[in-house]
């Protein structure tokens, strides 16, 4: 069975740091781009971050650019969120997700381009 379970979330003061981490079991992901996403409540799931297959690209939302790093270990079939000088607006669930095609050379930011989800873990940022 295909699984995704993140894992880092918690509580923490703004401008503080997180890392989430993504871990895929069931299947190797490592020929699948892979991307993060977020929905804070009363609002639509968006795309927060995402990485192609062979980690040579990376893309972000705008909102998080410069704050947030994205990055992968295909040995360990694990992505990872590493979150800096977190602000209240990041408050949300934060899901990892595959790419429903594999080898895309680019980085795909709507939601429909994903098919497989993790269950999401909480990121609350105190002011």
């Known amino acids: 069975q295909v699984q995704l379970v993140e894992s880092g979330g918690g509580l923490v003061q703004a401008g503080g740091s997180l890392r989430l981490s993504c871990a895929a079991s069931g299947r190797t992901f490592s020929t699948y781009a892979m991307g993060w996403f977020r929905q804070a409540p009363g609002k639509e799931r968006e795309f927060v971050a995402g990485?192609?297959?062979?980690?040579?690209?990376?893309y972000y939302a705008d909102s998080v650019k410069g704050r947030f790093t994205i990055s992968r270990d295909n040995a360990k079939n694990t992505m990872y969120l590493q979150m800096n000088n977190l602000k209240p607006d990041d408050t949300a669930v934060y899901s990892c997700?595959?790419?429903?095609?594999?080898?895309?050379?680019?980085?795909?930011?709507?939601?429909?381009?994903?098919?497989?989800w993790g269950q999401g873990t909480q990121v609350t940022v105190s002011s």
């Open positions: 990485i192609t297959w062979r980690g040579g690209r990376t």
């Open positions: 997700a595959v790419d429903r095609y594999p080898r895309r050379e680019y980085v795909v930011n709507s939601r429909t381009d994903y098919n497989v």
